[in-house]
């Protein structure tokens, strides 16, 4: 079955770190939110694409596993991966690498669900959603 994936390089940014001088473990979740948007942007699966389909789309379930620390002015890539599933969710697998050392420095996974502009989840598919996974390859 065909994936999809795309990259994203960042350079940490001095205020990305905490008072021990190592970026502050949230942070890492707006890695994976750069991650995603870069992703959709690459695949046209962004947050107002789905939003203009009558859905929003928000996390119910975020995991992140750190492996070593990252400091300040450290060029990061993260890797992101869009997981197929035939439920009505958006998931995501991420891997994050120092890209001097390529070092494993985070692993983590999202979970996003459809959630219409009444505030009803949606237990299928949207058809936007059907149609873009056709567009992209990926067995519906």
Sequence with gaps: ???????????????????MQIVWH?????YFEDGRESFGNKFNLRYMDIYS??????MVHLEL????????????????YYVHTPAAKIIFEYK????KTE??????????VFVDLNGELSLTNPEFYDNWKKEAGLNV
Excluded: W
């Design 53 to 58: 389909h009558g859905y929003t789309a928000p």
């Design 65 to 80: 596993d750190y492996k070593k620390p990252v400091t300040f002015n450290t060029a990061i890539r993260v890797e992101v």
């Design 1 to 19: 079955m065909k994936t999809l994936n795309h990259s994203l390089i960042i350079n940490t940014r001095f205020s990305d770190t905490d008072a």
């Design 96 to 99: 994050i690498y120092n890209i």
């Design 26 to 30: 949230g942070n890492y979740v707006k």
């Design 103 to 112: 070092e494993l420095l985070c692993t983590g996974q999202s979970i996003q």
